[in-house]
C-alpha cells in the first residue's frame, strides 16, 4: 500500500515539475515577444506600403502562372493525339494511413471536445472558463497537429489533468501514465518556439544593432529588388 502510495507521490511531482517547466518557458517567450513584436510593428509600418505591393504583385504573378497553366491544357485537348486522363488513381500507402490517421483524430477529437464541453458547465463560471480554455487548445491540435499530439492531449484530459470537476466515466480513461506526455510535448513544443524566437532574424538585428531601427533601409532595398522583379515577370509598371 505504502508502495502504491510513494508512486502516486512521484508521479504527481513528476507532473507538478513538468508544469513548472511549461511556465518559466512561458515567462522566457512572454519577455522577448514583449521587446520583439514591438520593434517588428514599427518596421512594419515603415515598410507598410512596399509590403503591400509585393503581396499584390505575388498574388498577380501567381493568377498568370496559373491561367497559362490552364491555357496550354486547353491547347493540348484540342490536339488530335490528346487523350483525357482515364482509369482509377492509385492510392499511396502514404494516403492510405493519412485517412486513418485523419478518421482515428476525428474520433479522439469528438470524444474529447464532447467531455470538456463548456455547455456542461454553464452553471459553474470558473469551471466554464477551464473546459473554453481546454477545447480552444484541443481544437488547435485538431487542426494543426499530429494524431500522437491529440492521443497525448486526450489522455492528458481523460487523465483529470485539466483541473476541471468532471463526473467521470471510469469507462473512458485511458492510459494514465501517458498523462505526462502531453506535457512533455507541450515542453518541446515551447522550447522550439524560444528557439525560433532567439533565432529570428529581427531578433539579432534587435539585439546586436546599435541602431535597430536602421535595418529598416536593408528591408526596403530587399523589397525594392523583389518588386522589381515581380514587375518584370506580370509586365507591369509603377
Do not use: C, W
Not at 29 to 40: D, Q, R
Not at 143 to 151: D, R, T
Amino acid at each position: 500500500m505504502k508502495e502504491n502510495h510513494f508512486s502516486i507521490d512521484a508521479n504527481a511531482d513528476a507532473i507538478s515539475n513538468l508544469q513548472e517547466k511549461i511556465e518559466a518557458l512561458k515567462v522566457k517567450i512572454e519577455a522577448i515577444e514583449t521587446k520583439l513584436f514591438p520593434f517588428e510593428q514599427s518596421l512594419r509600418s515603415e515598410i507598410a506600403d512596399l509590403l503591400i505591393e509585393e503581396r499584390e504583385l505575388t498574388v498577380l504573378y501567381k493568377e498568370q502562372k496559373k491561367a497559362k497553366k490552364e491555357k496550354r491544357l486547353a491547347q493540348k485537348r484540342k490536339g488530335k493525339n490528346y487523350k483525357e486522363p482515364t482509369g482509377i488513381v492509385p492510392i499511396s500507402k502514404k494516403e492510405v494511413a493519412e485517412k486513418i490517421n485523419q478518421k482515428e483524430k476525428k474520433r479522439l477529437y469528438k470524444e474529447a471536445m464532447l467531455y470538456v464541453h463548456p455547455d456542461k458547465f454553464s452553471m459553474q463560471e470558473n469551471e466554464q472558463q477551464k473546459a473554453l480554455e481546454t477545447t480552444i487548445k484541443l481544437i488547435e491540435i485538431y487542426q494543426n497537429g499530429s494524431l500522437e499530439e491529440l492521443e497525448a492531449f486526450h489522455a492528458h484530459i481523460f487523465g483529470g489533468n485539466t483541473t476541471m470537476n468532471f463526473n467521470k466515466d471510469i469507462s473512458l480513461v485511458k492510459k494514465t501514465t501517458s498523462n505526462a506526455t502531453y506535457l512533455k510535448n507541450e515542453i518541446e513544443r515551447l522550447e522550439q518556439q524560444l528557439i525560433d524566437l532567439l533565432d529570428s532574424y529581427t531578433y539579432k538585428v534587435l539585439t546586436t544593432y546599435k541602431s535597430p531601427m536602421s535595418f529598416v533601409d536593408e528591408l526596403k532595398a530587399y523589397y525594392d529588388d523583389r518588386i522589381f522583379k515581380l514587375r518584370k515577370r506580370t509586365r507591369t509598371k509603377k
